[in-house]
């Protein structure tokens, strides 16, 4: 099966309007695969998440801490809140904020029990992505770490685990939680923490003890485009995800790295998205999807409808079935293509620019890792 993970009681409340993470882009893209008949045929449903309990929550959050997300969504706010990420910007206080983020992040948890019992080869949890959450305190839009508490399920079952983060913020919560452990792997491609939060996630940051070798970070430079993208997964990520040869793939598809995108800086389409998730999802493996960044609502929508569609296996049918039809079936007028970009054009000055940025840090990693993973280094 594979398994859609939402529920309209995610479109009830939610963050703030004012606030940049837009929680309508999860129903807006099951309406969207829904209308384009991606949700059709036997081996595709949609699952309502479950909420997490508080127990459940503590085995990664601070008991403090979610005393502090309980009373904030009663309108209760202080100097102590404050100091763990809350009643900011980035992280505002809502009504009933505890109660929401635990049945977005329950969504899930709710796709690794599905892959755990043999229900689903592939779960997408649009409303997840959390991965800045940390256990004392909120960031970055994050309240509680659903991909740190799916990844544990994951792992406490004898899994081997292998986390991909695409989104264009580095996964430092995620990062952070298993720094020293080798039963999950971290692998992030993320604009360099030199031009944005958080301000981690560079070569170096590898792992500690059991886990050196283990967390694997590829900081991208301002202006990355689809090409070279791509060749950082094929000659960077993709060796060491095979090398690692995990049982499930948990992939965070953060779509603010598309060009665009007012918070971030790189210049993909989403036919990068596509080419990187046809490759993820030919190494045969279990694959747990979340959502993530993607602050242009539209442009999010269409590339996790595209992303849905790739990771099922379907995207040529519809592309071919859709094109032309995108702005009646994504009730927009700004691009009547179907799902896939347009191709992107950036100044070729800036393009040799950023190669050779991406040529030196793919050599840094290699020579941090390649060899540790027993890959020749002319591999890729």
């Not at 839009?141 to 685990?161: H, P, Q, S």
């Amino acid at each position: 099966m594979k398994a859609f993970i939402f529920t309209d009681e995610l479109d009830e409340g939610g963050y703030p309007p004012a606030c940049p993470f837009d929680t309508r882009r999860a129903g807006l893209t099951y309406r969207t695969v829904d209308a384009m008949g991606l949700m059709h045929g036997g081996d595709r449903q949609l699952v309502p998440p479950r909420k997490l309990s508080r127990a459940e929550l503590e085995r990664f959050h601070d008991p403090g801490y979610l005393d502090a997300l309980h009373r904030g969504g009663l309108g209760e706010h202080d100097l102590e809140a404050l100091s763990m990420g809350l009643g900011t910007p980035d992280c505002p206080i809502f009504p009933n904020m505890l109660d929401y983020v635990s049945l977005a992040a329950g969504g899930s948890v709710t796709a690794a029990e599905l892959i755990l019992a043999g229900k689903a080869d592939l779960a997408f949890n649009p409303s997840g992505g959390f991965h800045h959450a940390h256990p004392t305190r909120a960031s970055g839009f994050c309240y509680v770490n659903d991909v740190v508490m799916a990844c544990e399920t994951l792992a406490g079952a004898g899994k081997r685990v292998l986390f991909l983060d695409v989104d264009a913020h580095h996964c430092d919560g995620v990062q952070d939680a298993f720094y020293d452990r080798k039963d999950v792997m971290t692998v992030s491609l993320h604009e360099s923490g030199r031009t944005l939060f958080p301000g981690t996630g560079f070569e170096e940051e590898i792992g500690h003890g059991e886990g050196r070798g283990y967390s694997v970070n590829f900081p991208l430079p301002v202006g990355t485009y689809d090409d070279a993208w791509v060749k950082v997964f094929e000659e960077g990520a993709l060796p060491i995800m095979r090398a690692f040869d995990p049982d499930v793939i948990v992939v965070e598809i953060g779509m603010d790295a598309l060009a665009g995108d007012p918070l971030a800086h790189l210049h993909l389409s989403n036919n990068a998205y596509a080419d990187v998730l046809e490759r993820v999802r030919g190494l045969g493996k279990p694959i747990l999807a979340t959502g993530g960044g993607g602050y242009h609502v539209d442009n999010t929508v269409r590339g996790w409808a595209l992303a849905w569609s790739v990771l099922c296996g379907d995207q040529e049918h519809h592309d071919a079935m859709s094109f032309g039809m995108g702005g009646v079936l994504l009730e927009t007028t700004e691009w009547t293509g179907g799902l896939r970009d347009r191709t992107l054009l950036s100044d070729a000055g800036r393009r040799s620019a950023v190669d050779i940025e991406i040529d030196g840090m793919l050599r840094r990693v290699r020579s941090l890792l390649f060899a540790r993973h027993g890959i020749d280094a002319g591999e890729g």
